[in-house]
């Protein structure tokens, strides 16, 4: 496909380009038009939902049709959630034993059922790390080292994958895992000359609101959060510190973790949609929502070996932005999603999450970070936050700022809440969740 991408975009010029998305595709030279790239999606859909009929148990039996007339007709297939997994994960294959090269096992959101196990081929994994190392080229120069703040230990996952695209840049890659000492953490930096961090947005958070606490400077150049929610406050907060572009990227392990990242504009995540193809749904209803309103999030994986998804249904809180992005690409975009469906607390017509929580907490100067339950049964918000010592922030302020916040404050007039507050003067970091945080 011939390259017709807008050439007098700016974006396209600059060390941030959306290369990632076209120019390292397999089988694919040069850039794609939006109407090639649906054409493209459309393919890739059709031969995934032949090879879905024939080869799993699953879709034999839950998959109506095995092409498509166009993209439009995607929204009249089935939708299928964490109960496809009911009989364990083989039904769902579409390759034998020999063929998977990694099998990753998580808790069911939710529900009481049984574990998911999702299946992974080389290939799979391959194209991954193949759209992270273009990803990795956004943030440091070719020798550069990157920090991985992710556990590294387990082949094919996150942190070996990122550390994997680094070396391919090529790069230096510091796979340093989840730290438990913001002291060692900023020593190896330093040793080895880290130009960027990737890693979970509350502890790169911490982390940055540390080494100004404590006069550490870092020469970096960018830093990209994923795995879990990050705000505003909290994104602006690390770029004001640390005075770097701070990119968001959106991933889930069951699509081999590459899903969308931001480019340069900062005005959502453009979309993997060679991959995967994204929709947003009323969660009551299941029906397709218009581009720019909030629902659940529903993906479908157009070219994935092992074990594909067929609009599957994720239980995350998310929209599609609508129009064109100004750094010229044609991918669509997602806003930053806001949590889990599940983890929302909702009383009578207020609702809130952990990122209600955080985008009001880490307004308050010098909080790392903070934990959160929520019990439905005596209606009690159970707070607790850690502060970096010699900040003047007690369970007064705490209170105070959360009862003079959005929905907290109609929640404590209309006495629907009870709120409990515990605060702890820390000098370095003790993460209080080793992964994504959950309120309930």
Sequence with gaps: ????????????????????AFDVQQGIEGSLTEAELRALQLQRLNTTLARARQRSRFYQQ????????????????????????????EPLLCVDAQGISRIVTLPTSGTT????????????????????????RMLAAEGECIAVLYPCERPGGLGQLISEAVTKVPGRALPYGIPKSFSELAAS?????????????????????????NSIELKLRAVLLSADHAGPT????????????????????EFAFGGAVECDQHKGCHIR???????????????????????????????????????YRTGDRARLLPGACRCGSALKRIDRVRGRLCDTVGLERWSFGMPELEDALFTLPGIMDFKAEFSDTCLILDVFV???????????????????????????????????????????????????RSLL
């Design 1 to 20: 496909m011939t390259d017709t991408a807008n050439p007098g975009s700016p974006f396209r010029k600059s060390p941030g380009y959306l290369a990632w």
């Design 234 to 253: 909290l994104t602006k907060e690390i770029e004001r510190i640390w005075r770097v572009p701070v990119y968001n990227h959106f991933g889930m392990t």
């Design 113 to 136: 059922g049984p574990p998911k196990r999702i299946a992974f081929t080389e290939a799979d994994h391959a194209r991954t790390v193949e759209y992270f190392t273009a990803g990795m």
């Design 386 to 436: 850690q502060v970096l010592e010699g900040n003047p922030v007690d369970e007064e302020t705490v209170a105070d700022l959360l009862w003079g916040t959005e929905p907290f404050a109609k929640l404590h007039e209309d006495g629907l809440l009870q709120l409990y507050v515990q605060v702890e003067q820390v000098t370095d970091f003790s993460p209080l969740y080793p992964g994504k």
């Design 273 to 311: 949609e060679t991959d995967l193809l994204f929709e947003v749904i009323d969660p009551d209803t299941g029906e397709l929502l218009p581009d720019g309103t909030w629902g659940e999030l529903v993906f479908t994986t157009i070219n994935q070996q092992a074990m594909p998804f067929i609009r």
């Design 62 to 89: 839950h998959l109506p049709i095995d092409r498509l007339g166009s993209l439009e007709e995607l929204k009249t297939l089935p939708l299928m959630d964490a109960a496809a997994f009911a009989q364990g994960f």
């Design 189 to 213: 930096c330093k040793e080895e000359q880290v130009r960027a961090l990737v890693g979970f947005p509350q502890h790169l958070f911490a982390f940055a609101r540390w080494c100004e606490h």
